[in-house]
């Protein structure tokens, strides 16, 4: 029999995002329901044993599983409902502007949710090898980092014995640490990038603490071995092109894949949400709300952040928006947002004027004196000075509403100013 539920706002995914977003919807007198394949909450936290979480979200420094913890029993406190270990396969906008969602599980079977408004927030999946195309064998002992760092924390087993792991992401750094605690040899991290991906802090604290050697612009050329990886072969990078005369051999039993994140969409294209190529993760206005409205985004599902504490704050923010949709605040005006130079994305990709808006940007530039300028229809209305530019590092600018004084075409570029005083 098909199982039937109700609810103001569905929010699909118990992470970080997730429960952030459905304890300020059941704060805000909405009922709300917390929506996730899982049979925890807690999303990827929970495997995330090493502390560094919470610092701004809570304001002390918490492990991974602690701060799921924390921001869960926020959600219960606050009046959210759960329906975990139910698997969204669906949703559905129907004409009077509400949606149907249909779920699968393993105890209820189906069950179709209506819901008056509902935010994405399923955070983010890894590339693999798939993506890569790396040739060679496809023996045992090649993991994405993060399945590896669930073998380890959850499972307590460990993926092998001695490691390789491609690209510098911030799980990677973090398991090139964990696998050398648990004993494992981790032979190299292999980046080609010439700067790494993840955070400078993971650099120093996972790497050179521990003399891991990093080979920056280098790329993965061949894996070797029939039944389990014996060896990967590695080159160094001209133009993004290999040396392959300049290949050397690594012997190793084990490979892990630290290549970037990707927003999880599955659910979103079928339903018509506009995508950011930039990003991966849907077009949204400066309340999250995507190009279907009364479907709003937040956290990893809409860009890739570098700390878990932005994840929350975002979606946070999303949901408050969803509180104003439901209570009829639809601003009927909007500008237009975009990257300039040395920018990969702004976020939100519209403005509402008169509003203090809160801009995110990934930079494609290491500086360590840069300035980012804001243009309203060509004038300059914005700036300021930040230091030590990364791309591992997400930016954040605060413009006030008095600034955005009307609809037209918001710009931001960013230039290096290593010569000039901020």
Request: proline content about 5%.
């Amino acid at each position: 029999m098909i199982q039937h539920r109700t609810c103001d706002v569905a929010v699909i995914g118990a992470g970080a995002a997730g429960l952030a977003a459905a304890a300020e919807c059941a704060r805000s007198g909405l009922a709300a329901l917390a929506i996730d394949r899982e049979e925890s909450a807690g999303g990827i936290l929970r495997q995330c044993i090493h502390n560094g979480f919470g610092l701004r979200y809570f304001k002390e420094e918490l492990t991974g599983p602690e701060y799921a913890h924390r921001v869960e029993l926020l959600a219960k406190e606050a009046g959210a409902e759960f329906a975990l270990g139910h698997t969204v396969s669906s949703i559905e906008r129907r004409e009077d502007g509400t949606f149907t969602l249909t779920t699968l599980s393993a105890a209820d079977g189906v069950t179709r949710i209506d819901a008056r408004a509902v935010i994405l927030a399923m955070g983010c999946r890894e590339r693999n090898r798939g993506n890569l195309a790396i040739p060679g064998t496809r023996p045992a002992g090649i993991f994405t980092a993060g399945s590896a760092q669930k073998l380890l924390n959850m499972e307590g087993m460990l993926p092998g014995h001695s490691a390789v792991i491609v690209g510098s992401g911030d799980i990677g750094l973090i398991m090139a640490r964990r696998l050398r605690w648990s004993g494992v040899e981790v032979k190299a991290v292999v980046e080609i990038m010439p700067t790494p991906s993840g955070l400078p802090r993971n650099v120093a604290q996972c790497l050179e603490d521990f003399h891991i050697p990093l080979y920056l612009e280098h790329s993965v050329v061949g894996i070797h071995g029939r039944e389990r990886v014996e060896s990967v072969d590695v080159a160094p990078l001209r133009d993004g092109v290999p040396l392959l005369e300049q290949q050397f051999r690594i012997d190793c039993d084990t490979l892990l894949f630290s290549v970037g994140l990707l927003p999880e969409n599955e659910l979103a294209v079928p339903l018509g949400v506009a995508i950011n190529p930039a990003t991966g993760g849907a077009i949204v206005d400066a309340d999250f709300q995507t190009s279907v409205p009364g479907v709003f985004a937040g956290g990893n599902v809409l860009h890739v952040h570098d700390l878990v504490d932005f994840v929350s704050l975002e979606a946070t923010a999303a949901a408050r928006a969803a509180v104003r949709y439901l209570a009829g605040d639809r601003p009927a005006e909007r500008g237009t947002v975009t990257a300039g130079a040395n920018l990969k994305y702004a976020i939100p990709n519209y403005f509402t004027p008169r509003r203090d808006t809160r801009f995110f940007f990934r930079p494609l530039l290491c500086c360590e004196e840069a300035e980012l300028e804001a243009t309203l229809d060509g004038e300059v209305i914005w700036k300021r000075c930040y230091r030590s530019i990364r791309p591992a590092e997400m930016m954040t600018a605060d413009i006030p509403g008095t600034l955005l004084s009307a609809p037209g075409a918001l710009r931001f570029r960013l230039t290096c100013k290593e010569e000039q005083s901020c």
